[in-house]
């Protein structure tokens, strides 16, 4: 049995999709179990339970020969901080694994993650990642770039700020360089990952095959929606005067100081991990985005 925590977000629900077929026996621990129709269709068990409730985590880990841990969020909100989530969760469930004689756990960290990292999300990412290797429990790590697909926030959010706008909008210089990765390709990374003992105690670091700059994303973006428009540098101080009033007024502010931060960072990395480790070409960013994004 695999336990997979985050099962219904973004990449959860791709990735227990994929698994179920591949016909691997699959739990998925969610918060409300009557919104997990959709799980349930696919033959999944749905126990309740949450990353805070330890209890809760023991009882669903009761079983289970493999974790999957996706739990994670991009920006804070009343009740989930990145500490407790990133941090505290993965103390949760590593404790839960370890109980129940879990004998490996995969942990979904992010490329950038680094000790005296300049953001809360790296840097609390990382005091997980610690976690994860402290532990008794054989581990994978996998450190993702910008995961995109049908139903990731990132994509979504910027086309449609790309729709309503008269402009391109682009923060900053744009110039720092992400390195896009398609769903279906990192789905198939953690499936290797999980039905073998390939890549035991072992930190991976994967993006597609294109470094592009955030000004390059946007514009590959509105190409995909047909959308030609001029371009427009939103400057970072006034963005970060934005972030801060967002944060103040907005239960979810469309953009905060930590996501300022880690926009003007690059997260690149080589390709030897995903073609030599999981033996995986991954697809181009534009090819990628032809599979999901809609033309105006």
Not at 5 to 16: A, E, K, M, P, Q
Not at 250 to 263: C, E, R, S
Request: glycine share 8%; proline share 5%.
């Amino acid at each position: 049995m695999i336990l997979v925590t985050g099962g219904t977000g973004f990449v959860g629900s791709h990735l227990v999709r994929r698994l179920r077929q591949e016909g691997l026996p699959v739990r998925v621990v969610v918060r409300n179990p009557d919104k997990a129709g959709a799980l349930k269709d696919l033959g999944v068990d749905v126990v309740r339970g949450d990353i805070s409730d330890a209890a809760s985590l023991e009882k669903a880990a009761t079983g289970v020969e493999r974790v999957i841990h996706l739990v994670g969020i991009i920006q804070e909100a009343p009740g989930a901080t990145f500490e407790g989530i990133h941090v505290d969760g993965t103390r949760n469930i590593l404790e839960a694994s370890r109980k129940s004689g879990v004998r490996h756990v995969f942990y979904q960290s992010a490329l950038g993650t680094r000790p005296n990292a300049k953001s809360e999300y790296h840097k609390t990412k990382w005091a997980a990642e610690e976690l994860v290797r402290a532990s008794e429990i054989p581990y994978t790590i996998l450190r993702p770039s910008l995961i995109y697909g049908a139903g990731d926030q990132f994509t979504i959010r910027l086309s449609e700020m790309i729709r309503l706008s008269p402009l391109l909008p682009v923060i900053g210089s744009g110039r720092s360089k992400i390195q896009p990765i398609f769903i279906d390709d990192v789905a198939a990374c953690i499936l290797k990952a999980v039905t073998s003992d390939c890549c035991l105690n072992e930190i991976y670091e994967i993006g597609g095959p294109d470094q592009l700059s955030y000004e390059e994303v946007t514009v590959a973006i509105a190409e995909a929606m047909g959308v030609k428009r001029p371009m427009l540098h939103l400057p970072l101080f006034f963005m970060r005067s934005m972030a801060t009033v967002f944060e103040a007024v907005l239960p979810k502010a469309p953009v905060t100081a930590d996501q300022l931060i880690m926009l003007q960072e690059d997260t690149v990395c080589s390709m030897s991990d995903i073609r030599e480790v999981f033996g995986i070409e991954p697809i181009g960013f534009r090819v990628g985005l032809k599979k999901f994004i809609s033309r105006v």
